[in-house]
């Protein structure tokens, strides 16, 4: 099981490599039509990166954060199995995090439809899971001091909001909504245009992210841990709607998103703004339903072996029980012995 979690994470991180480095040779290959502005030849694609200074420290002092709880964890107990792979896997999600909002991927996101659209993927689809794999509520829990274990982290996991919060059903209506009420057109561009507006809208997307992989997962400990026949269910309910919004998307005859028809107009170089509408939106279900489905079907193999488990402990209890009647079956049979 462990084996297969890691081939989960690396395949995670894997399609989001996949997904870049596609993105950044679609994206030169369109640009090469435009010609003489500077702004669509490959040097000045990967060359602008943008200084978020908010965004750099808040993802350098949530890895400071974490490297301090592992490297405390170690320290004060050695003996708790804390895989070094876990590491690994929540601070290449902060990697992830961080070149989705300073690459040229947030860069050109008012530009094309297809930057932005791959910029939501890396979040939801990348970091999220590969912080989630890196057990950050386990790992505080462990590295935290009696006192705050007990007055703060025990009384937050066992709030009844957040009991409320994570359930099924409330945690899946969040991911599809969120995704979902974000594609709408006025409320999409309104969230170009406003700088704060589209904060909001990469905070909601990874966290309703990280809650929907949190129980995906199951790698920290949550107040209701949903079975793996429910998990199966989320994750086939978010293969469709994603199959749904991006083929509802791709089928429109014309731009939907004013920020990305103007943005063609005034450029010269790139693609229409019909076709790129049209290739971003195959992002939102193409990569993101490979990643649903190699989560489901790590799923069904987590079910097989737990099904496995529970039969071999049923037939030992069976044999056990068997064998306890038939030796006081015998001793029961066996004739008295005589005395000495």
Not at 101 to 125: E, R
Not at 166 to 171: D, K, W
Not at 211 to 229: K, N, Q, S, V
Not at 243 to 249: D, Q
């Amino acid at each position: 099981m462990h084996r297969t979690l890691r081939l989960g994470a690396l395949a995670v991180f894997g399609t989001g490599i996949v997904a870049a480095l596609s993105f950044l040779a679609s994206t030169s290959s369109t640009l090469a039509h435009g010609g003489g502005s500077t702004n669509g030849d490959l040097g000045a694609l990967l060359g602008g990166w943008s200084a978020e200074p908010s965004a750099i420290v808040l993802l350098v002092a949530l890895a400071a954060s974490y490297s301090w709880a592992y490297r405390r964890l170690r320290r004060t107990a050695p003996r708790f199995r804390f895989s070094a792979w876990r590491a690994v896997a929540f601070g290449a999600g902060i990697i992830v995090l961080l070149f989705a909002l300073v690459s040229p991927i947030d860069t050109y996101g008012d530009d094309l439809f297809i930057s932005h659209m791959l910029q939501h993927v890396l979040v939801m689809m990348v970091v999220a899971p590969l912080l989630i794999l890196g057990k950050p509520v386990t790992l505080g829990l462990r590295a935290a001091s009696p006192a705050i274990r007990r007055r703060y982290l025990l009384p937050t996991l066992r709030s009844r909001a957040l009991n409320l919060l994570l359930r099924p059903q409330i945690v899946l209506a969040l991911f599809v909504s969120t995704i979902w009420l974000w594609h709408i057109p006025d409320l999409y561009d309104a969230a170009i245009a406003n700088d704060a507006l589209h904060s909001l809208e990469h905070f909601s997307f990874l966290a309703a992210s990280l809650l929907f992989w949190w129980l995906i997962i199951d790698a920290d400990p949550t107040p209701l841990r949903p079975g793996h026949p429910v998990r199966a269910v989320m994750l086939i309910v978010a293969i469709i709607q994603g199959i749904v919004l991006g083929s509802v998307i791709t089928s429109l005859g014309e731009p939907i998103y004013e920020t990305y028809e103007a943005a063609a107009v005034a450029r010269d170089w790139g693609p229409s703004a019909l076709s790129d509408q049209r290739t971003g939106a195959g992002l939102v279900w193409i990569p993101s339903g490979l990643v649903f489905v190699l989560a489901l079907l790590i799923t069904f193999q987590a079910w097989l072996d737990r099904m496995e488990r529970e039969t071999e402990q049923e037939d030992m209890v069976r044999r056990l029980r068997s064998e306890r009647a038939s030796y006081f079956e015998g001793e029961a049979l066996a004739p008295p012995r005589r005395p000495n």
